[in-house]
């Protein structure tokens, strides 16, 4: 599903108004019956419907609710805060409208009001907040804090319109508190805020609801942000013939390893083939052979000289990139350590060999130090950092990469022409196109150690069997995070271990299959 920010919400009412003669009048009036809709599936006959109203259009979509019900006999009340001056023009029209019915209005303009409105809520009453919609410019302070801190208080089932207020609808940032909602109805489209942490937690359960905007009209629109969807993964991933043999499945090269770090490479390199691959290479420093061949006895393996200190040593660039020759897809990373031989086989991939290269972890590390050698890659190249990572590549502070994920995968994208694969709670795959697909699924027991190198094992694995890196790269965070929340149901969130994932993507694939 596409997601907005707050600019497309505007360009999408100016459009709906301008081109197809849909008036904001009417999309409010389509919002509050949309929210009434849903308010209604959470009353009781004990209950009152106490409706909080802002000054915006947020609040206009409170009122136009608010009479919804009341039409229909239930029980509102609704309080207003914010300066009546400053009321929106629509809203007003919706205001001019309730002065004329018997529903009790009251205004919070200090303690006092805020004192009300939290005596008043009771266990079975809904709140709707309809304080700020995507419209919010700044920290929330005084009375709204405060009145914000009664709903929150409370003990009613909470339901915000379209965003939890407080929530900033574009960065997806709490300002400074905000509504904790059971439910958000969504207007029109998801926005940022709705999706990306921290303020994803707020939202409790989403709903989206359309509210008559065009689908052509969205359509027409360049929104360059996206959810990954079951179905679309579903059609990517390749119907395996009957007719068919290992080399149709393509042969994925691995860089993997180091003494102390033999697991990365196992867990990989297991990843890859449990997703499919037809022939697998893992490239590992010579000591580790006889571990990785006991543990992964289906994969090939190139053991190179390495130093003393366990990691690929001296002179074994050029053996290296000839073992890759033959690769549809190189992977280099995980586990690998990090020395100058590094710099030099990463820049030998990057530059020399015409093959789209995964770089992860180490490589990763690695390539911060040079990250200009992007500017001579030969083919597409898919970068998987976690914030850590994502900060050393960028010489970012790592609180920018937390609070603006978005922006900076997709700047670095665009700048290096990469596919990056920004990890956490919720991935971000930032395409060189400006295209951005964030991933919804997976859950906090994926934050173990080695997640991160089943998830190279996956992408590897998808390009190696045909799929472009980009469509490789956003099916490969979807179906890693599908594993995990298999895998979490046996094992739960302590118990999740990386190699549990490797059993998960046996389960997902399975289930892909018996879809197509
Ligand atoms: N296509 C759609 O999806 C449609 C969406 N619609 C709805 O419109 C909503 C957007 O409405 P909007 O633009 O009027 O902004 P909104 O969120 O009401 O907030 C603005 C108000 O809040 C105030 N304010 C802000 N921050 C503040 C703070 N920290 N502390 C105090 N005050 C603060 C600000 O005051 P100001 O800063 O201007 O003084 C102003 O009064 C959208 O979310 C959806 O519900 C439908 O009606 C139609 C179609
Ligand atoms: N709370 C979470 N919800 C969903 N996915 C998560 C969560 N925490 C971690 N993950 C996923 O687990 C993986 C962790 O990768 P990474 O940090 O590289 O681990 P490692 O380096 O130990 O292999 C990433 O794919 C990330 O998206
Ligand atoms: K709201």
Same mark, same amino acid.
């Given at each position: 599903?596409?997601?907005?920010?707050?600019?497309?919400?505007?360009?999408?009412?100016?459009?709906?108004?301008?081109?197809?003669?849909?008036?904001?009048?009417?999309?409010?009036?389509?919002?509050?019956?949309?929210?009434?809709?849903?308010?209604?599936?959470?009353?009781?006959?004990?209950?009152?419907?106490?409706?909080?109203?802002?000054?915006?259009?947020?609040?206009?979509?409170?009122?136009?609710?608010?009479?919804?019900?009341?039409?229909?006999?239930?029980?509102?009340?609704?309080?207003?805060?914010?300066?009546?001056?400053?009321?929106?023009?629509?809203?007003?029209?919706?205001?001019?409208?309730?002065?004329?019915?018997?529903?009790?209005?009251?205004?919070?303009?200090?303690?006092?009001?805020?004192?009300?409105?939290?005596?008043?809520?009771?266990?079975?009453?809904?709140?709707?907040?309809?304080?700020?919609?995507?419209?919010?410019?700044?920290?929330?302070?005084?009375?709204?804090?405060?009145?914000?801190?009664?709903?929150?208080?409370?003990?009613?089932?909470?339901?915000?319109?379209?965003?939890?207020?407080?929530?900033?609808?574009?960065?997806?940032?709490?300002?400074?508190?905000?509504?904790?909602?059971?439910?958000?109805?969504?207007?029109?489209?998801?926005?940022?805020?709705?999706?990306?942490?921290?303020?994803?937690?707020?939202?409790?359960?989403?709903?989206?609801?359309?509210?008559?905007?065009?689908?052509?009209?969205?359509?027409?629109?360049?929104?360059?942000?996206?959810?990954?969807?079951?179905?679309?993964?579903?059609?990517?991933?390749?119907?395996?013939?009957?007719?068919?043999?290992?080399?149709?499945?393509?042969?994925?090269?691995?860089?993997?390893?180091?003494?102390?770090?033999?697991?990365?490479?196992?867990?990989?390199?297991?990843?890859?083939?449990?997703?499919?691959?037809?022939?697998?290479?893992?490239?590992?420093?010579?000591?580790?052979?006889?571990?990785?061949?006991?543990?992964?006895?289906?994969?090939?393996?190139?053991?190179?000289?390495?130093?003393?200190?366990?990691?690929?040593?001296?002179?074994?660039?050029?053996?290296?990139?000839?073992?890759?020759?033959?690769?549809?897809?190189?992977?280099?990373?995980?586990?690998?350590?990090?020395?100058?031989?590094? &710099?030099?086989?990463?820049?030998?991939?990057?530059?020399?060999?015409?093959?789209?290269?995964?770089?992860?972890?180490?490589?990763? &590390?690695?390539?911060?130090?040079?990250?200009?050698?992007?500017?001579?890659?030969?083919?597409?190249?898919?970068?998987?950092?976690?914030?850590?990572?994502?900060?050393?590549?960028?010489?970012?502070?790592?609180?920018?990469?937390?609070?603006?994920?978005?922006?900076?995968?997709?700047?670095?994208?665009?700048?290096?022409?990469?596919?990056?694969?920004?990890?956490?709670?919720?991935?971000?795959?930032?395409?060189?196109?400006?295209?951005?697909?964030?991933?919804?699924?997976?859950?906090?027991?994926?934050?173990?150690?080695?997640?991160?190198?089943?998830?190279?094992?996956?992408?590897?694995?998808?390009?190696?069997?045909?799929?472009?890196?980009?469509?490789?790269?956003?099916?490969?965070?979807?179906?890693?995070?599908?594993?995990?929340?298999?895998?979490?149901?046996?094992?739960?969130?302590?118990?999740?271990?990386a190699g549990d994932l490797i059993e998960g993507i046996t389960h997902v694939f399975r289930n892909l299959e018996l879809e197509v």
């Amino acid at each position: 599903m596409k997601i907005a920010v707050e600019k497309d919400i505007r360009e999408i009412d100016l459009r709906a108004n301008e081109k197809y003669r849909i008036s904001q009048i009417v999309l409010m009036e389509n919002s509050g019956i949309a929210l009434a809709e849903e308010v209604k599936k959470h009353v009781n006959r004990h209950s009152k419907v106490i409706i909080v109203v802002g000054m915006g259009n947020n609040g206009g979509d409170g009122l136009v609710c608010a009479r919804h019900l009341h039409n229909e006999s239930y029980s509102v009340k609704i309080f207003m805060i914010g300066n009546l001056k400053k009321l929106s023009e629509h809203a007003n029209q919706n205001f001019e409208i309730i002065k004329h019915l018997n529903i009790p209005v009251e205004m919070i303009n200090d303690i006092g009001g805020v004192k009300k409105l939290g005596k008043l809520i009771a266990y079975d009453d809904v709140v709707v907040d309809c304080i700020f919609g995507i419209g919010i410019t700044k920290d929330v302070e005084g009375v709204y804090e405060l009145a914000i801190d009664a709903i929150n208080d409370s003990e009613g089932y909470i339901i915000s319109c379209d965003m939890p207020s407080g929530i900033h609808a574009s960065e997806g940032l709490v300002m400074k508190t905000a509504v904790r909602a059971d439910k958000t109805v969504a207007l029109c489209l998801p926005k940022v805020g709705n999706i990306m942490y921290p303020a994803a937690e707020y939202n409790g359960e989403l709903v989206v609801k359309k509210i008559s905007v065009p689908n052509e009209l969205i359509a027409e629109m360049s929104l360059p942000l996206e959810t990954i969807s079951h179905e679309f993964i579903k059609q990517l991933i390749p119907k395996r013939q009957r007719n068919s043999h290992k080399g149709v499945y393509g042969k994925a090269s691995i860089i993997a390893g180091s003494f102390g770090m033999t697991g990365a490479a196992i867990l990989c390199g297991k990843s890859a083939l449990r997703s499919g691959v037809g022939l697998l290479k893992l490239i590992i420093p010579e000591s580790l052979h006889t571990i990785i061949t006991t543990s992964v006895p289906e994969a090939v393996t190139v053991p190179l000289a390495e130093t003393r200190k366990g990691v690929f040593g001296i002179n074994q660039v050029e053996k290296l990139v000839q073992t890759c020759d033959a690769a549809d897809v190189i992977a280099i990373g995980p586990g690998c350590g990090q020395n100058a031989e590094m &710099n030099e086989i990463l820049r030998h991939l990057i530059t020399l060999v015409d093959k789209p290269v995964i770089i992860d972890a180490d490589g990763l &590390n690695t390539l911060a130090k040079h990250v200009d050698v992007l500017e001579n890659k030969l083919n597409k190249v898919v970068l998987t950092p976690h914030p850590g990572e994502m900060s050393r590549l960028t010489n970012l502070p790592l609180e920018v990469i937390n609070q603006h994920p978005i922006r900076t995968a997709s700047e670095f994208a665009h700048k290096w022409q990469v596919i990056v694969v920004l990890k956490g709670a919720r991935t971000v795959v930032a395409l060189p196109s400006g295209q951005i697909y964030i991933n919804v699924n997976g859950n906090p027991g994926m934050a173990t150690a080695g997640s991160g190198d089943v998830l190279t094992g996956i992408i590897t694995s998808l390009v190696a069997q045909g799929l472009t890196p980009e469509n490789a790269a956003i099916a490969g965070v979807y179906i890693h995070g599908y594993s995990g929340d298999l895998m979490v149901s046996q094992k739960g969130e302590y118990g999740l271990i990386a190699g549990d994932l490797i059993e998960g993507i046996t389960h997902v694939f399975r289930n892909l299959e018996l879809e197509v």
